[in-house]
T-cell receptor, first 112, second 115 residues
Framework: GNSVTQMEGPVTLSEEAFLTINCTYT??????LFWYVQYPGEGLQLLLK?????DKGSNKGFEATYRKETTSFHLEKGSVQVSDSAVYFC???????????FGKGTRLHILP | EPEVTQTPSHQVTQMGQEVILRCVPI?????FYWYRQILGQKVEFLVS????????KSEIFDDQFSVERPDGSNFTLKIRSTKLEDSAMYFC?????????????FGPGTRLLVL
């Protein structure tokens, strides 16, 4: 079946540190991959996406590359800010007609 | 930029009562979804809706749940007789069909508390 596994949180970093949140997936076919972010008290916002192998999604300094050979879509940012504190969800869409399948989320705390 | 809106933002209800959660999807979108997130847990799919009928539903979406698109803009989720375990954040999402765009855009959510 289709599933997403992401690293357990919480992750606590100091401001300007390098961030990696690991995400691996299991899917039939060629899914689209997403990172969504949920800031405290808010809903889900699309952070970035990639629709095929070797695509790199990027937004607000965050990047993730669709790696088919390792079935991974790790989220990275070179220098995090306090305002990046949120819960990050890795997700996949097996095909255009299907529901989105989410990972459990990783809570990120950035200390000033 | 167009966005999905949801009302109310918070709702408190007594167990056994009916609730209706409302969503206004992005205007040119054709696929609609409901998801829920129990506190501290992952976001789970409930139901998808296209062309005025349910496309797919999860095992969570039992007979107590129903969805409707009563007019050209609203998309509603009704819980007929709420249970304590229905307490969660409910997210509506919508997706366009044209041009291969499959990204689902989420609303801000309705936090439902069943007492």
């Amino acid at each position: 079946g289709n599933s997403v596994t992401q690293m357990e949180g919480p992750v606590t970093l100091s401001e300007e540190a390098f961030l990696t949140i690991n995400c691996t997936y299991t899917a039939t076919g060629y899914p689209s991959l997403f990172w969504y972010v949920q800031y405290p008290g808010e809903g889900l916002q699309l952070l970035l996406k990639a629709t095929k192998a070797d695509d790199k999604g990027s937004n607000k300094g965050f990047e993730a590359t669709y790696r088919k050979e390792t079935t991974s879509f790790h989220l990275e940012k070179g220098s995090v800010q306090v305002s990046d504190s949120a819960v990050y969800f890795c997700a996949l869409n097996p095909n255009r007609d299907d529901k989105i399948i989410f990972g459990k989320g990783t809570r990120l705390h950035i200390l000033p | 930029e167009p966005e999905v809106t949801q009302t109310p933002s918070h709702q408190v209800t007594q167990m056994g009562q009916e609730v209706i959660l409302r969503c206004v999807p992005i205007s040119n979108h054709l696929y609609f979804y409901w998801y829920r997130q129990i506190l501290g847990q992952k976001v789970e799919f409930l139901v998808s809706f296209y062309n005025n009928e349910i496309s797919e539903k999860s095992e969570i979406f039992d007979d107590q749940f129903s969805v409707e698109r009563p007019d050209g803009s609203n998309f509603t989720l009704k819980i007929r007789s709420t249970k304590l375990e229905d307490s969660a954040m409910y997210f509506c999402a919508s997706r366009a069909l044209r041009g291969g765009e499959e990204t689902q855009y989420f609303g801000p959510g309705t936090r439902l508390l069943v007492l």
